[in-house]
Every structure is written in C-alpha cells, then in structure tokens.
C-alpha cells in the first residue's frame, strides 16, 4: 500500500556533505513515522535518524550533530541532510516508513553511501 523510492547516494569524499531523499507513494495519509536505516557489510541494519507526523526527532549517537531529517508533507518526501560525513558513514542507507504500529512497516530498496578518497 505504501512504495519508498531512495535517491541521492553516490561517493563523497570525508567530510564533504550528501543529502537522501524518500519519495512515498500509494496510501501515504496515515504514516506516522518516517526513518533512515542503515547497513554496512557484515553490520546489523541500524537506525540513523526517525521522525514523526509531529515533527519529533531521533537520531543515532554516531550521527547526532552531523547529520538531520526532515520531511515535506506536500511531497510526501522525506530527506536525510548528511555532512561531515566519515568513511564509517559507508553504507547502504533504506527509508522506512510505519503507519500501522501493528504491522511491520515498509522499506524501501536502499541506495548506497560511500565515504572515500
């Protein structure tokens, strides 16, 4: 019922910035909460930054400082501003989004985040 479609990934040197955006399509009107995952070769899928239809924010420790979420109801996009990024930033990086907290929520298909010289 709900499509996530991840853009803005790519090679960036450290410290330079990059921004994701996740488009949501479908029946979008009843999502709560919109979040960025993340997940690295032979790392557990962990949570970067969440918000909610309210506006309340959570970040990672790791990230907190560096980098912020945002959304746009209007286009029904979520964005995850990125910046002083490190090479442990490297990973493939998946919009989420919950509607129902009785089901599992959707994901999208990721898009891929190297930090690198």
């Known amino acids: 019922q709900v499509q996530l479609v991840e853009s803005g990934g790519g090679l960036v040197q450290p410290g330079g910035s990059l921004r994701l955006s996740c488009v949501a399509s479908g029946s979008v009107s009843n999502i709560y909460i919109m979040g960025w995952y993340r997940q690295a070769p032979g790392k557990q899928r962990e949570l970067v930054a969440a918000i909610t239809s309210g506006g309340t924010t959570n970040y990672a420790g790791s990230v907190k400082d560096r980098f912020a979420i945002s959304r746009d109801n209007a286009k029904n996009t979520v964005y995850l501003h990125m910046n002083n990024l490190k090479p442990e930033d490297t990973a493939v990086y998946f919009c989420?989004?919950?509607?129902?907290?009785?089901?599992?929520?959707?994901w999208g298909q990721g898009t891929q985040v190297t930090v690198s010289s």
């Open positions: 989420n989004a919950i509607d129902d907290p009785n089901e599992p929520g959707y």
